[in-house]
């Protein structure tokens, strides 16, 4: 599996890769339903796809990472080179969304994305890793628990005001 850091090309991500990017989201309407992220989580366009990854990649030190298989896009990682909010003193890095091919989970993906995301942070000398889970995520909740990450808060989300758990891995 290899990662590749989505790059747009004069300020705009590539169609074909957008579209592929646009697939994986869709298939994930369940998560998304806990997330409200999207309108209509049973159909979510490619406009909405761009505007919620230009959102992500807006963040100072924000990646996202495309995690493939044999060519195939199995899943993405956005990550955050630090916490966005003002003077949080947080020195961690975060991954702000792991999301895999839903018609690929419980084949390994997650766990195979999730490390290679932390072999990235800890080649960049990062001694932790964090991620807020929703709390509605029982299924998000227990996976990041099965990768050694331990609860440190309850706390709201920055964008919707959702209840979630801030979880820490020491790398």
Not at 16 to 23: G, S, Y
Not at 45 to 72: I, K, M, P, W, Y
Not at 158 to 164: D, L, Q, V
Request: hydrophobic share 45%; charged share 20%.
């Amino acid at each position: 599996m290899i990662l590749q850091p989505l790059t747009p090309v004069d300020g705009a991500l590539p169609g074909p890769v957008l579209t592929e990017v646009a697939a994986l989201y869709a298939t994930n309407h369940a998560f998304f339903e806990l997330s409200g992220d999207f309108p209509d989580p049973g159909r979510i366009t490619v406009e909405q796809v761009a505007a919620a990854l230009a959102d992500e990649l807006a963040h100072d030190g924000a990646e996202v990472l495309l995690a493939r298989s044999g060519g195939r896009l199995v899943g993405l990682a956005a990550t955050l080179a630090h916490h966005p909010g003002p003077s949080s003193g947080d020195p961690d890095p975060w991954i702000g969304l792991l999301l895999i091919d839903a018609t690929a989970h419980r084949e390994g993906y997650g766990s195979a994305v999730a490390g290679l995301v932390e072999d990235r942070f800890r080649a960049a000398g990062r001694s932790g890793v964090r991620l807020a889970v929703l709390d509605a995520n029982a299924a998000g909740l227990a996976f990041w628990h099965a990768q050694g990450y331990s609860a440190l808060r309850s706390s709201r989300d920055r964008e919707h005001g959702r209840e979630c758990t801030v979880m820490r891995k020491a790398l």
